[in-house]
DNA sequence: TGAAATAAGTTTCATTTGTAACTATAATAA
DNA sequence: TTATTATAGTTACAAATGAAACTTATTTCA
């Protein structure tokens, strides 16, 4: 029998390689729920989603939930204000600190674009059982707690 | 009570978005241990991992191993060449077809950056049950299956 | 006070990445 | 044979991303 492999890493085997590859296929579906029709990428459309359920925050509290690069932030939010789905202001109590809104328009977007989202979801998590969902979200929760700890 | 939330999504329990963030640290740690140290990237570095355990395949056979788009796959081989890691040439029989190898520097070097990297693999998975790997490896199987179905 | 430090957001520049077009070779088929 | 199509790999150009510098506003504290 061959030895040649033992000990040594197999990347289809590697967690950091199984867990990109599948990440990747499932960002590349869902940014093409949307991308097309709508105009907008991901980012664009995680801050609508954040916006949509926390109306009246500002760049960096948008930035530090959906933990994204302020910079990243910056120019999404400018992308979306040049397309009329998001209303930017200064805060009249600190001018540096931004207040913002989905327009009317951004909103309407949005709610079209929700339901194309969780209909994605909804086809992952319907490949498991009960069980496994419960396990997937422990997994996940223990992993992530694990790699965020200081 | 608020029923705001009230069937819309929310960002920190949408899977794929907690699955791209528990991904995008991982990839960023594991990337970290070989960056700066060794001078290559991730895609080189795959490309390394794939070469040491398949010598002799060629461009575009590595693309298909790693699923890397033949672009990243020609720029990291353009790369590696340059830093002296791998060593190329076209088939005799087919020449369109390169046949890659590394280099004894580039195998030295592999050498060198396996250990970091399955180490903080272990780190990773010491941190869940042996029933918990055991899900863990059942739920990402079936997850890529189900995505990557025709 | 007011000088220094901090914070929010933007801009700039370099690097990375993605798509499409291109070159060269090989396979197919009229 | 030779015209067409397909394949391997590269190049070129545009868009996305990341790091650092910058602007403006606020806070700290000597």
Redesign the pocket.
Known sequence: MSDNNNNHLVLEKFLPYRLSYLTNIISRSLARLYSEKFDI???EWRIMANLYRYPNI????T?EKIAM???????A??SLCDKGLLH?IFSK??????VLNLTKEGADMYQQIEPLVTCYEDSLLQSLNSQELSQLDHLLSKLTSHVTED
């Not at 690069?69 to 120019?75: E, G, H, N, Q, W």
């Not at 109590?93 to 931004?98: G, L």
């Open positions: 990428n991901p980012h500002s760049a960096a509290e930035g690069d302020k910079v990243a932030v910056s120019r939010i400018k930017k109590e600190d001018r540096r600190r931004s």
